[in-house]
Structure formats: structure tokens, C-alpha cells
């Protein structure tokens, strides 16, 4: 298994320019996460899935987007890049309690 | 309001002894704790888990942890510390209500482990 994968690893992006960052896992897990980390603040959760077509707001969703057409993927859309989103990304995927990690895409907004 | 709370930015200890990473949490009902260790340029790993039993949980790498429910704490231990061991270590706990109904996890700030040869 590859476990959870992310692309791209890093990326830059001028203010007001759009992306998405691009989750798949491959252990059939039902949850899929997205958080964010910044320096010195652990990890905040920006959206999750429980399943395939049903996503939720985590604690910080705001500029950001998500969808889940099919249980692997789980892409994270930012539509007008702000300096505030500069941050590591990371996807997680879970089926029990312990959540499996992405390696990160590292987001630098200018 | 539920949170964790890791008090130390950094922990520098001598390889060979042992190590304490603290870890403290409030959380409304019966805890789902978990430590994760990150290395650098690289994602979180699950390290260990307490949801209920002995209150000693051991975990990956010859990790384990204590819970303590008077204290509401959840602290990492080691006996004899590895220069390998040096990276990034974050608490969580699982919140049942946070983030709805799934109980996702709060993660505390990190607690940056160096272990010096």
C-alpha cells in the first residue's frame, strides 16, 4: 500500500490565484481529514469526510473547499489565494481511531 | 471548551536517559488519547493510544505512555533516549462534538524532542 499521498509537495501561488491539492489513500479508509500546519500552532482541522459525498467544516474552513466523489481522493480547493494560507498542508485518512498521514504540501502564497 | 496542552516547547535530553514529553488535556467524558511523532519534511506517525484498560499504554519505537485521570494528563516516556528519536512530537485527543458528531482530534502545539549524543 502507499498509504495516503499528496501532491504536489510544494507549491507557490500568487494572491488571489486558485488550486487544489490533491489527497488519494488507498486503504479503503471512510474518514479523510485535511489540516493545516503552522509554526508553533499543532495542526487545525480544515474540513473531513466521513464518507464518499458527505464533507464537513472543521475549525478553520474558511477560503478553502472540498469534495469527495470517490472513497480514495479527497481534494482540498483554495479559489482566491490570501497571504494568510501560506501553511503545511497535510491530508489524514482513518478507519478506526488512529489517523494515517500524508507526507504534506508546503504552500507559499506571495 | 476541549483542549490539549503540551507545556514544553522543547525537551533536550542526553542520549541513554530517559525522556518525558507532558501532555495535559479537558475534554467533556472519557478520553481517546493519542501521541504522534513527526519527522522533519515528513507527515505525522502514529506513535501510541489510550481508549481504555491500563492506564500504561505502549506504543512504536519503545515509546509508552501513562494516563492519569486525576491529573488529566497523557505524558510520553521513554527509559533510555535515542539520537534518532530527536523530532516533533504532538499530543491529541479525540473530542466527540468537535468538528461534528465524528469526533475528529485536537492536536496540542508539539513539544520539539532533542536527544544530544
Known amino acids: 500500500n502507499a498509504g495516503v499521498t499528496q501532491t504536489p509537495k510544494f507549491r507557490i501561488l500568487k494572491i488571489g490565484q486558485s488550486m487544489t491539492l490533491q489527497c488519494t489513500q488507498d486503504m479503503n479508509h471512510n474518514y479523510m481529514y485535511w489540516y493545516r500546519q503552522d509554526p508553533g500552532m499543532g495542526l487545525k482541522l480544515i474540513y473531513y469526510s466521513v464518507g464518499a459525498g458527505i464533507t464537513d467544516k472543521g475549525e478553520v474552513p474558511n477560503g478553502y473547499n472540498v469534495s469527495r466523489s470517490t472513497t480514495e481522493d479527497f481534494p482540498l480547493r483554495l479559489e482566491l489565494a490570501a497571504p494568510s494560507q501560506t501553511s503545511v498542508y497535510f491530508c489524514?485518512?482513518?478507519?478506526?481511531?488512529?489517523?494515517?498521514f500524508g507526507p504534506g504540501t508546503r504552500l507559499t502564497v506571495t | 471548551a476541549q483542549s490539549v496542552a503540551q507545556p514544553e516547547d522543547q525537551v533536550n535530553v542526553a542520549e541513554g536517559n530517559p525522556l518525558t514529553v507532558k501532555c495535559t488535556y479537558s475534554v467533556s467524558g472519557n478520553p481517546y488519547l493519542f501521541w504522534y511523532v513527526q519527522y522533519p519534511n515528513r507527515g505525522l506517525q502514529f506513535l501510541l493510544k489510550?481508549?481504555?484498560?491500563?492506564?500504561l499504554v505502549k506504543g512504536s519505537y519503545g515509546f509508552e505512555a501513562e494516563f492519569n485521570k486525576s491529573q488529566t494528563s497523557f505524558h510520553l516516556k521513554k527509559p533510555s533516549a535515542l539520537v534518532s528519536d530527536s523530532a516533533l512530537y504532538f499530543c491529541?485527543?479525540?473530542?466527540?462534538?468537535?468538528?461534528?458528531?465524528?469526533?475528529?482530534?485536537?492536536f496540542g502545539k508539539g513539544t520539539k524532542l532533542s536527544v544530544k549524543p
Open positions: 491529541a485527543v479525540r473530542a466527540v462534538g468537535y468538528g461534528g458528531s465524528q469526533g475528529n482530534l485536537i
Open positions: 489510550y481508549i481504555t484498560g491500563d492506564n
Open positions: 489524514a485518512s482513518s478507519l478506526g481511531n488512529e489517523q494515517y
